[in-house]
């Protein structure tokens, strides 16, 4: 059998060969280098790792598919267009403080479910409208949509790569709190601070609010929210009474809330809404079918395996430069994935720190992995939600806080202990 | 007009031929998929009382995929009760097998035996996504070859779904990922009629308190970079026995690490039997390279021969927890690592409570086991 390397490098030429030559989907591309990493390992075409691997996903495509529903529903119903003009007549008088609290209330999706395509897809549609009304450019719009979704996954109370990475090592979700919101709101902040700070003036509400839609508000009242409430207090039950909502999952929750959109406002036609957002999320969600295959043919052929034997064979400083560029490459394909396969190995590795500092650290990096292409879930749908057709220009715009966040991260990492001194307990 | 139609009817065509196609592959690979449920056949040695469901002693159970044998064993003396169990992980197939082999060896002179190889039944009918993991490994035995499943972690996802965000573990609300929903070493002491998880851990829960057992094994296996790793673990109720044991396995020549059951980790077996029932709870931990991250080429011999240069490597820089080298960490050895900590832990327990004796044996020496293949222990097929 060919070495871990050699199967790694056939992979990704017959993907790259897939994309730029033959114009093939990306998602088409990833199992199309999978079954050409299998055969030339001698394992032919695993017919079952292929589908068991395409499966992975099957939870965040349920998610991704029924928020896009969701968000379609809020739009056509009228309600999006409403909050978003609400959002501006109340704050337009301080813009710092707009783009502050529009950060938090971006954020806050992710930090209840842990998952940041959902948060780009409720919150972060909502805010497109205001933001863009301000003057953003939309690209740029879409990078702080993305970049809060991603805070705002790793943010505390819920921290889904934070659990995988300590569940590896059966360490108790306790005591992250703080070391999360360190990690994750300064930086937030003052990366949305930075992207809009060039284009924050003086607002002229008359001027922009005819650029937010109509207010069908005041025919349809509170009802026309109503879609947000059921979703919000469906999600909050989950958290908060989990042993009654346990089997509710967050897809299903979408989908009540998309239902409830078609009769609370405006009149739509929702199962073409659903037709509609459902073809805009088709590319994604056939990467993530793709991505699964991908993976289950690197594990099963030894290149992931090497991978981490490699990253972690690192000398020391090249250890931060590896876990720097590893694990968003990684979590490009899945942050949760990263967590997993590359967080666990990392946090042992850095034994002698504070692992719960180290921990948050480690999340973050998992976490930039939706903002990484050719994946790049939070940017994909953040370009979606901007109406911007080139999800790439806001990737571009996601760079330079991507890189601020890493140096924070191993910041984090380098002081893990003095941090953990200072953290109340 | 026309021209509208034909695309139309061209796209149609495309679709239901990918949708051919995509039902032609889910055709073809459901086999594979379905024959993972078919459970293999174990030949009990003779001193078998009875078999019994789980669902038995938990109703809840009766007809669900959580439902699994339990082998009781009886001795002609009388003494204590002795619970083992494997398969809590159906990953870990070191103790699947070990209950299997002392399924069909066991003798049993005084006291009561229970056996669960299968301790999350419905883990063995699926492999997690993305771990590779071979279905089944195979064992040559005098009379044939014998397949075991390899299964998952967790409770298959078609049994028990959709997870939940976070899974509030019942009892401690200690918070944990939403897949841990579904890991049984997650869910004890159980929920009667809790989800199928809790509802397998709360039979097992209660199979100890229902019969007094006085020792109760769960079997487990890890990756070699896992930090409790070749490890008894023990609570503040077994400790006792437990560090009897680890001085009479060093004295002959086995190393075993003595780590104490965290009071605060909620939902694992040592720590929840210890807090609900009267039992003196032990974890048994083996080192296997196919349950590593770092790990090469995943197949059925690395699951059982155990061989890796990956891991020997890892082992030179120093990222693992166990020594590792070309000649791997065989079934064979791990195996019989928990053979000899059982052995030992009865022993001990006997020494403690001679009132409670449970005299048994029948198994296969470990040291004669190392030095030979686990199938020419098995009973042929």
Same mark, same amino acid.
């Given at each position: ?113 842990? &998952? ?179 993976? &289950? ?21 090249? @250890? ?63 370009? &979606?939600?901007?109406?911007?057709? @080139?999800?790439?220009?806001?990737? @571009? ?29 | ?64 995929? /959580? ?9 002609? /003396? ?7 169990? /494997? ?274 044996? /029948? ?19």
């Amino acid at each position: 059998m060919l070495a871990p390397l050699w199967l790694l490098l056939i992979m990704l030429v017959v993907f790259v060969a897939c994309i730029v030559l033959a114009r093939l989907p990306n998602g088409l591309a990833l199992v199309l280098a999978a079954i050409a990493g299998s055969l030339a390992a001698g394992q032919g075409v695993p017919m079952h790792h292929m589908v068991e691997g395409a499966f992975a996903y099957i939870d965040p495509i349920l998610l991704i598919a029924t928020a896009m529903v969701f968000m379609a529903s809020l739009e056509d119903s009228g309600a999006l267009g409403s909050i978003s003009r609400s959002l501006m007549i109340g704050l337009h008088r301080q813009p710092v403080l707009l783009i502050m609290g529009m950060t938090i209330f971006i954020m806050f999706p992710g930090m209840i479910t842990g &998952q940041s395509t959902a948060t780009v897809l409720t919150t972060g549609a909502i805010s497109a409208p205001v933001l863009v009304a301000l003057g953003i450019p939309r690209a740029k719009v879409g990078a702080m949509i993305a970049m809060s979704a991603v805070y705002g996954m790793i943010a505390p109370p819920i921290s889904l790569p934070t659990m995988i990475i300590g569940s590896g090592v059966d360490m108790p979700y306790t005591g992250f709190e703080i070391p999360l919101l360190i990690a994750t709101l300064p930086l937030a902040f003052a990366v949305n601070l930075a992207l809009a700070w060039p284009h924050l003036r003086r607002i002229d509400l008359q001027a922009v609010l005819p650029g937010l839609g109509e207010d069908h508000a005041k025919r349809y009242g509170f009802r026309l929210f109503l879609p947000l409430v059921i979703v919000g207090g469906l999600l909050a039950a989950i958290r908060m009474i989990p042993a009654v909502s346990a089997s509710v999952g967050v897809a299903l929750v979408f989908m009540i809330g998309a239902l409830a959109g078609a009769v609370t406002g405006r009149r739509f036609n929702l199962a073409r809404s659903a037709q509609r957002s459902l073809r805009q999320a088709l590319p994604v969600l056939g990467i993530l079918v793709g991505v699964g295959a991908f993976i &289950q043919v690197l594990t099963l052929v030894g290149v992931r395996g090497m991978m981490v034997v490699e990253a972690l064979a690192l000398p020391s400083f090249w @250890k931060y430069v590896g876990v720097a560029v590893m694990m968003p490459l990684f979590g490009a394909v899945s942050c949760f994935g990263s967590a997993s396969v590359l967080g666990v190995p990392f946090l042992l590795s850095f034994l002698g720190h504070n692992e719960i500092v180290v921990g948050a650290a480690l999340s973050m990096f998992a976490g930039l992995g939706d903002l990484v292409p050719p994946t790049a879930l939070a940017s994909y749908m953040a370009a &979606q939600v901007v109406g911007e057709p @080139k999800y790439l220009r806001v990737a @571009k715009y996601t760079a330079i806080p991507g890189i601020i966040t890493i140096l924070w991260a191993i910041g984090m990492i380098l002081l893990a202990n003095p941090i953990a001194r200072i953290i109340p307990r | 007009m026309a021209r509208p139609s034909f695309r139309a009817s061209r796209q149609t065509l495309i679709a239901a031929g990918t949708l051919l196609a995509v039902a032609l592959v889910v055709a073809f690979s459901s086999r594979a998929f379905i024959e993972q449920h078919k459970v293999e056949a174990l030949h009990p040695s003779p001193a078998l009382k009875r078999v019994f469901p789980l669902s038995e002693i938990n109703p809840n159970l009766k007809g669900t995929p /959580g439902d699994t044998d339990v082998y009781m064993y009886e001795g002609p /003396g009388k003494g204590g009760s002795l619970l083992v169990i /494997g398969g809590s992980h159906a990953s870990e197939i070191a103790g699947t097998m070990t209950v299997a082999l002392l399924v069909e060896t066991l003798k049993v002179d005084a006291g009561t035996v229970f056996l669960i190889p299968h301790a999350n039944a419905s883990a063995m009918t699926h492999d997690e996504p993305q771990e590779a993991h071979p279905r089944h490994v195979f064992f040559d035995t005098p009379g044939g070859r014998r397949a075991f499943r390899l299964g998952a972690r967790f409770t298959n996802p078609v049994h028990q779904w959709p997870d939940p965000i976070t899974y509030a573990q019942p009892g401690s609300g200690t918070m944990l990922a939403g897949a841990e929903t579904r890991n049984l070493n997650r869910a004890f002491p159980g929920v009667e009629n809790g989800n199928l998880t809790e509802r397998i851990a709360w039979g097992i829960t209660e199979l100890i308190r229902r019969e007094g057992i006085d020792l109760s094994f769960d079997i487990h296996e890890s990756s070699p970079e896992y930090p409790v790793i070749n490890a008894i673990v023990a609570s503040e109720t077994s400790q006792d026995v437990a560090s009897y044991a680890a001085i009479s396995l060093q004295s002959d020549g086995w190393e075993f690490a003595l780590e104490p059951s965290p009071p605060n980790f909620h939902g694992l077996s040592h720590r929840e039997w210890t807090d609900h029932t009267k039992t003196r709870p032990i974890l048994l931990e083996t080192a296997s390279a196919v349950m590593g991250r770092l790990r090469g080429p995943t197949n059925a011999d690395l699951a059982t021969i155990g061989k890796d240069p990956q891991y020997v490597k890892a082992a030179k820089i120093g990222a693992i927890s166990v020594p590792f080298d070309e000649n791997g960490i065989s079934i064979e050895v791990r195996v019989a690592r928990d053979l000899a900590a059982i052995a030992a832990i009865v022993s001990a327990f006997n020494d403690l409570v001679p009132d409670r004796a449970i005299l048994v044996g /029948g198994w296969p020496d470990p040291k004669e086991l190392v030095e030979h293949k686990l199938g020419d222990y098995l009973a042929a097929p």
